[in-house]
């Protein structure tokens, strides 16, 4: 069963924008922390940003200022607005999130690619 699904992925050119969209099944429920991971060829995956219940946010250094985490928690959904859009963004992005009962889920991944 899939239970997070992330949508919006694409191609642009550098300076464009993308919006991500991941939509978590109603039959997750206590989540406290929606996140945004991603990882390029060659590289770790890496945070990109995380908003917790709450609304507090974290933001990794490359992103702040042109990424934009939001989150509906009525509709357990999170979204990640893209802004500036840079070759170096060029990733395959992935919905997180976590529960209070310690589990993790994970979406399948949208891919990112941003052309110079």
């Known amino acids: 069963q899939v239970q997070l699904v992330e949508s919006g992925g694409g191609l642009v050119q550098a300076g464009g924008s993308l919006r991500l969209s991941c939509a978590a099944s109603r039959s997750i429920f206590s989540i406290v922390v929606m996140g945004w991971y991603r990882q390029a060829p060659g590289k770790q995956r890496e945070l990109v940003a995380e908003?917790?219940?709450?609304?507090?946010?974290i933001y990794a250094d490359s992103v702040k200022g042109r990424f934009t985490i939001s989150r509906d928690n009525a509709k357990n959904m999170v979204y990640l607005q893209m802004n500036s859009l840079k070759p170096e963004d060029t990733a395959v992005y992935y919905c997180m999130v976590a529960t209070i009962n310690t589990h993790n889920y994970w979406g399948q991944g949208t891919q990112v690619t941003v052309s110079s």
């Open positions: 908003i917790s219940s709450g609304g507090s946010t």
